[in-house]
């Protein structure tokens, strides 16, 4: 090499790893044990999906979809918000079909924060949010919910307002703590962002997963936020096929419009014969999404009960597929430690929830996933009542 200059690529991120969820999905196959860590179903999402999909391939709907999203699926989203929330988005200009909620989330956060903005998050927060403002040049300000309720403390968000916060980012219902936001926590976040420029992006991908007994709280319910606001969604969640990576934002036309600058030169669109089946099953099957409550209360109050007998405290579940478990009548294991050992000694592959905090996260705390079918949870209870 003599005469030129070394070639070495300065991280943009240095301080950032694998995500936990490929880390511990590796050690539990690693380990052969049952895999409650990353969320995913481990049974098929419905089969007149998956005809629909094999109809659209057949029938040559194989070339590139409008980039921002099939027109039928754009539609039956624009539907579905409306008679879910009250409120219908203009299918031209407020819907963007992307690549799972993941790239929704990378694409808003790209085309909101400049370099020095402020963007505030709850942790522990979901683990794509503080990559995507970092590499926008924007600075995370986080407000940490406390367990076991995981309320937000007003005053500390107000407190953290100035005049340089660009952005909140909530998500509700939560992963990882399965709480819920009401239409109240809404009200009080319109109140305390009132005078300040703010946007919000909502990340509202287990929208179809609430227990609460009022139903989900969506941003796009609340007439002033909405005018403001980035909600989104994933269809991996709701169609039980987190392979397929197909999601969308809801945002008015003049922020929808930078969402898209963005979103076509990431992926430009989405793979068409997909978006094409499940504006089918939107449109044939709508009781899919609203059983889907009480499917997954069954197997959450499944896994709640058998667990009841073993030394680990389950939390309360308002939502999503995934509840938290106190094991510190367990171990003293700080709890990354504890959930190697649990997949390695007991065959149990859990989160731990310091992985979604910026530093000290004391609380005895991992996250398990229940969507799975019986017998899994059923093995997997078995295994933790050995504890
Ligand atoms: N946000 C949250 C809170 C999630 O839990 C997930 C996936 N588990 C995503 C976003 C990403 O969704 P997708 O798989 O559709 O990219
Ligand atoms: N969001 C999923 C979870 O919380 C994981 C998605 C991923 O692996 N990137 O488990």
Same mark, same amino acid.
């Given at each position: ?12 991120? $240095? ?11 590796? #050690? ?17 999402? $419905?089969? +007149? ?37 009250? +409120? ?30 402020? *963007? ?39 407190? #953290? ?6 952005? *909140? ?10 709480? *819920? ?8 976040? %319109? @109140? ?13 991908? +287990?929208? @179809? ?12 319910? @609340? ?8 909600? *989104? ?32 030169? =990431? ?5 068409? $014969? ?21 499917? +997954? ?9 058998? #667990? ?15 509840? =938290? ?7 003293? #294991?700080?709890?990354? %430690? ?24 004391? @609380? ?19 295994? =933790?009542?050995?504890?």
């Amino acid at each position: 090499m003599s005469g030129q200059r070394s070639l070495s690529l300065d991280s943009k991120l $240095p301080s950032l790893g694998t995500t936990i969820f490929t880390q511990m999905s590796a #050690l539990a196959q690693q380990c052969q044990a049952i895999n409650l860590s990353q969320g995913f179903p481990d049974f098929d999402g $419905p089969s +007149y999906l998956q005809q629909r999909l094999a109809y659209h391939v057949s029938q040559g709907s194989n070339q590139y979809a409008p980039m921002t999203g099939a027109v039928a699926l754009r539609e039956a989203i624009a539907a579905k918000t409306e008679s879910l929330y009250g +409120y219908l988005p203009d299918v031209g200009t407020d819907i963007t079909v992307t690549a799972g909620a993941t790239e929704a989330l990378y694409a808003a956060i790209t085309a909101i924060v400049r370099p020095g903005d402020e *963007v505030i998050c709850f942790d522990p927060s979901y683990d794509s949010y503080a990559p995507a403002v970092e590499l926008s040049g924007g600075i995370l300000k986080r407000i940490a919910l406390q367990p076991p309720e995981f309320k937000v403390d007003w005053q500390a968000f107000k407190a #953290l307002l100035s005049d340089k916060t660009r952005l *909140v980012i909530l998500n509700t219902p939560h992963n990882p703590t399965a709480t *819920v936001w009401s239409h109240r926590d809404f009200d009080a976040l %319109a @109140h305390a962002i009132a005078d300040y420029p703010v946007f919000v992006l909502s990340d509202e991908v +287990y929208e @179809h997963i609430c227990f609460a007994p009022e139903g989900h709280a969506s941003v796009l319910a @609340h007439s002033r936020l909405r005018e403001r606001s980035v909600a *989104v969604s994933s269809f991996g969640k709701t169609f039980h096929m987190t392979g397929w990576k197909v999601g969308y934002c809801v945002a008015p036309e003049a922020i929808s419009r930078e969402i898209r600058k963005v979103h076509q030169y =990431l992926t430009f669109s989405v793979n068409t $014969p997909a978006q094409l089946a499940i504006a089918d099953m939107l449109n044939a099957q709508p009781e899919h999404y609203q059983e889907l409550p009480a499917f +997954y209360q069954a197997k959450r109050d499944r896994f709640t009960q058998a #667990l009841s007998r073993s030394r680990l405290k389950v939390q309360p579940c308002s939502g999503t597929y995934f509840l =938290l478990a106190d094991y510190s009548d367990v171990s003293d #294991l700080d709890d990354v %430690a504890f959930c190697q050992w649990l997949t390695r000694e007991v065959g149990v592959a859990a989160i731990p929830l310091s992985v979604f905090c910026d530093g000290e996260f004391n @609380h005895r705390l991992i996250r398990l996933c229940f969507a799975k079918q019986e017998a899994t949870l059923d093995a997997a209870a078995e295994r =933790l009542l050995s504890l």
